[in-house]
């Protein structure tokens, strides 16, 4: 059952891309998905089936070439760039497999950073970026730059600044890529653990199969098309 408050529904999206000769490749070939509020999809398939194209098309990033995308019911495909810049900013966030942090930057601004592109005033901001901190297990962490936290935690950081801006939609591409078996683990259960404390709709993008149990539904990618999600309870 999908409505207006659905966070993101695609309908028979399509995303070609041209090959650098007269042809185009289909990395999204007529896919149709639907992710509600307080469960996490599992997106699996094979390197080069289109997992990273349907994030960057649900993001916003890479316009559709045909199809419906949707996001709390809006269609991204009539707004302007100044409103799809704005439905990143307050409704959805991501989470890349490389966190990207600022070097210079502690754990609690570089959340801050992301407060202050939206407008918002400092004392608001640090609190609320103290709390998601201590949400994700890093409440003794405010005060370390990058490069004195594991990966694990900058991938803790990363997902909690993807949460300064109350998303309803969380898009994550491939969060344990560069982490070893146990953080990993932890850091797919913190993800679920977001996903049900802030009722998000959760699309994550993992080679590994072993963390799909985890998942409310896997959706599998081949070559540009989607199996539909399937239950995994
Ligand atoms: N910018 C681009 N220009 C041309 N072709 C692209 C571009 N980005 C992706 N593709 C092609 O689109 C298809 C889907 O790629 P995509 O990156 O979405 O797959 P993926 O499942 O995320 O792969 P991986 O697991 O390796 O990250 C592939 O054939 C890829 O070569």
Redesign the pocket.
């Known amino acids: 059952m999908t409505n207006s408050t659905t966070p993101l529904l695609l309908e028979n999206v399509t995303l070609e ?3 650098g000769q007269d042809n185009t ?1 289909k ?1 999204l070939d007529h896919v149709s998905l639907a992710a509600e509020r307080g469960t996490v999809t599992g997106l699996a ?10 994030l960057a098309v649900a993001a916003t990033l890479i316009p559709a070439t045909s199809g419906t995308v949707l996001v709390n019911g809006s269609d991204v495909a009539g707004m302007t760039d100044a409103e799809r810049s704005r439905l990143r900013r307050e409704e959805i966030g991501i989470v890349f497999q490389q966190p990207n942090l600022l070097p210079a930057l502690t754990a609690q601004e570089q959340l801050v950073a992301v407060a202050h592109l939206r407008g918002e005033s400092t004392r608001p901001a640090e609190a609320r970026a103290a709390e998601l901190l201590d949400v994700v297990g890093l409440s003794g962490q405010l005060a370390k730059r990058p490069h004195q936290l594991s990966g694990g935690q900058r991938q803790r950081v990363n997902i909690a600044r993807a949460l300064m801006g109350h998303p309803s939609l969380l898009l994550v591409d491939e969060p344990t890529a560069a982490l070893d078996h146990e953080r990993s683990a932890s850091i797919m259960k913190l993800l679920r653990q977001v996903t049900q404390e802030f009722d998000l709709a959760t699309v994550l ?1 993992t ?1 590994d199969v072993e963390f799909l149990p985890l998942m409310d539904s896997v959706a599998r ?1 081949r070559d ?1 098309k989607l199996t539909l999600p399937a239950s995994v309870a």
């Open positions: 891309y041209p090959d490749i990395a398939g094979p390197s080069g089936s289109g997992k990273s194209s349907l993008v080679h990618m540009g």
